[in-house]
């Protein structure tokens, strides 16, 4: 497989990703199916953006974002916007598809605008497939999300604090405002609970 066989696009729309058809092989968050079905739901929202990688009319690679799950504090802030999900079949991993497809995302200029999270659940990470360790899964992550500008985050956030290993990251874009970042810090910490932070 040549780099070149690699399709990378979007935001695409959810019309596009159910023409498709789904790798059998993505399905660490659900079955092949449902997740195609859940792409096209997020690209069909008001709020969501949906990037594929697709080898001639297969989806074998997607990452998600969105505005954060309502029930969490993120979502009380107006700029942030949540890095969802990122898979990449493991077929075709070891060709960097996964740094390709965030750097893809992240050079439009809505970015600029935001403040983008991610929330790693470890309960979701690939060991079985990438024989990593989970310390060594949590190190390749930061690696992954780090090359576009994605930097960890210390938080009180009770669902990040329920496993050692789960990570926040976040990227601030070049256009977000001082008083923006400064809710985001003060949003850190809001002792464990949302109705702490209004």
Not at 13 to 28: A, G, K, T
Not at 45 to 60: H, L
Not at 102 to 107: E, G, M, Q
Request: net charge negative; aromatic share 12%; charged share 25%.
């Amino acid at each position: 497989m040549k780099s070149s066989d690699f399709f990378i696009e979007g935001p695409v729309e959810p019309s596009y990703i159910l023409d498709l058809e789904m790798s059998q092989n993505l399905c660490i968050f659900r079955e092949p199916a449902k997740q195609q079905k859940a792409l096209a739901e997020i690209a069909g929202s008001d709020d969501g953006m949906v990037y594929i990688i697709r080898e001639n009319n297969t989806i074998i690679g997607y990452v998600t974002f969105h505005n954060p799950d309502k029930y969490s504090r993120w979502s009380k802030h107006p700029s942030i916007m949540e890095l969802g999900a990122i898979e990449v079949s493991p077929k075709y991993r070891g060709h960097k598809l996964g740094s390709r497809l965030l750097k893809y995302a992240f050079a439009n200029p809505i970015m600029e605008e935001k403040i983008v999270i991610t929330i790693e659940f470890c309960w979701h990470w690939d060991l079985d497939n990438t024989g990593l360790d989970i310390w060594k899964y949590q190190k390749m992550l930061s690696k992954l999300f780090g090359s576009v500008g994605l930097v960890r985050i210390p938080t009180d956030d009770p669902e990040i604090l329920e496993h050692i290993a789960n990570v926040l990251m976040a990227r601030f874009g070049s256009k977000v405002s001082e008083e923006d970042i400064k809710r985001f810090e003060e949003m850190q910490f809001c002792g464990g609970s949302i109705f702490n932070y209004k």
